[in-house]
């Protein structure tokens, strides 16, 4: 086996970092344009400028949601932050974190039987920090549900 991943001080959260700020810049890029063009067009009246910059708010508004994406790891457990979704996670509940080669996000196995994708953790842009990130991840939940199972919950 390779060395084992250092554990990082908690709370840590983990997020695609670029492709938060690719996003946001965009969101916020397309918002300005299409105001800046509803403010130009002489002929758009108070309602259609309005429309214009509702469609430039909207799209910024889809984006930024898209960016929120994050996994927040704490003492009592994980927080998986997806984009309409959020939901909270005991260590014990993690049986395994997955990035498989071709995989979009990490996805964590749980104790019900079913796989949670957690976007935060992505390969798209910055692939070695996705990796570093699934590796930090993965010896948390090791270490976490191996050390802490009969903790009281508080």
Do not use: C, Y
């Amino acid at each position: 086996m390779s060395d084992p991943t250092p554990l990082p001080d908690l709370p840590v959260t983990f997020r695609p970092g670029r492709t938060r700020v690719i996003l946001l810049t965009a969101g916020l890029a397309i918002f300005v344009v299409i105001t800046t063009i509803a403010m130009l067009l002489e002929q758009l009246g108070p309602g259609e400028r309005l429309s214009f910059i509702l469609t430039g708010a909207l799209i910024f508004g889809v984006l930024a949601l898209l960016a929120r994406v994050r996994v927040v790891a704490e003492d009592s457990g994980v927080t998986v932050v997806n984009i309409a979704s959020r939901r909270r996670l005991e260590w014990a509940q993690i049986l395994r974190v997955n990035l498989r080669p071709g995989d979009p996000w990490v996805f964590l196995d749980l104790s019900d039987g079913t796989s949670l994708p957690a976007l935060g953790i992505q390969p798209g842009v910055d692939k070695q920090q996705a990796i570093a990130h699934t590796r930090t991840l993965r010896a948390l939940a090791e270490a976490r549900s191996v050390h802490d199972p009969g903790r009281p919950q508080g």
